[in-house]
Structures are given as structure tokens and as C-alpha cells.
């Protein structure tokens, strides 16, 4: 039998391109909260929480000396002179302009759409809800903005507040790297929380 048609190749999905992931549109704003880039008059700010040690304890840096404080809020300001930019580093901040604390959102990977979000805050502002409701603002821009399907973060097994902000977040607990960071001379598991696109659009309906 004579064959009449070739079999079509699959189609390859086109990899996506940094344009495809602009810049976001900040600053991002709350009743109680602004989510903007840091300026170089926020290095007080940046300072008063990175030097605590209840506030850095569970983190990869600090506590800040204020030359490192200095070289963080340098870092800051360079990522946002870079095209594309990958990196967002923002002061999370009062509506009046001062900076309590602070939330990332790094495009780790364009090919799968993935974006780590990460956050901290001064801890005279601690149990005020002020992180869910940054981390909920910067997520709803992502989502809105890019073409993201995966927002992801990481946080040691020890550190129970961040583990709840992730969680009234509605992602989900997706394993435990055992031993995978070291801290204060300690083997801390760490655990990886994700929420995808589909999932987000669910819960904001």
C-alpha cells in the first residue's frame, strides 16, 4: 500500500525569551505595605534589621556589619541597571517610604519558568502578618506579569514562622533536603515549598 502522507515532526515549543519576562512594574502597593526597589538613602534601614541576630539566624548572611550592609545595598542598586533583569531584590516598605524589611524574586530559570521568591523583616515588626501580605503582593505581580508557571522557596527545617507565611501562601511542601545547609556550625534540612500558575489562578479565582 502506497503511503500518501508523511508523518509530521512534533512540534517543539519555541524557548522563551527574555522578553517574554519584562520588568515588573513597581512599585507594588497594599493598604499597609509598598514593595519598591531600594535607593542609596536606604541604607539605614537595610542595616537596622540585617545587623539582628533574631532576624538573620536562619538565613545564609548575617549579621551584617555596616560595610556588608553597604555592599548588599550596592548589589541592590546594580541589579536594577541590568537588562534583562533576572534579579529583584525590593524594600519591603511603609507607606510613608521607610524600608522594615525585604522580598527577592529571582527568575532561576526562564527555560521551565521558574521564580524563587525569598523575604525578611525587621523583627520590631514581626507577627503583624507584614511578610504574608508582601510575599502575596510580589507573587500576584509574577503571575500577572510573566509567563510563570512554578514559584518556588526554600527555608531550613528549624524556622517555623517563614513555614507558615509559605503555607497561608498555599504552596505546598514538596521535600525535605536533608543536612543542606550549615548553619551556626549545624546541619539544618531544608525544606522546598512551590505553588504553580494553575494553582494561583484557583485561589484568586
Known sequence: MRQTAALSAPQVPAEPRHADYP??????????????????????????????????????????????SRATLAEFLNQQQVSPRLRYDLALALPGGKAIGGVSLHLDDLRL?????????????WGGGFVSEAVRLVAEAAFAQWPLNRLWARCVSDNKASRRVLERMGMRHEGTLLKAERLDDRWHDVLIYALLADEWQASVG
Open 23 to 68: 520588568p515588573l512594574v513597581l512599585p507594588l502597593r497594599s493598604r499597609r505595605l509598598v514593595v519598591r526597589d531600594f535607593t542609596s538613602g536606604d541604607l539605614g534601614a537595610l542595616h537596622a534589621y540585617a545587623e539582628r541576630r533574631e532576624v538573620t539566624k536562619h538565613l545564609l548572611w548575617g549579621p551584617n556589619t555596616v560595610e556588608q
Open 113 to 125: 519558568g521558574n521564580a524563587e521568591i525569598g523575604y525578611v523583616l525587621h523583627s520590631d515588626y
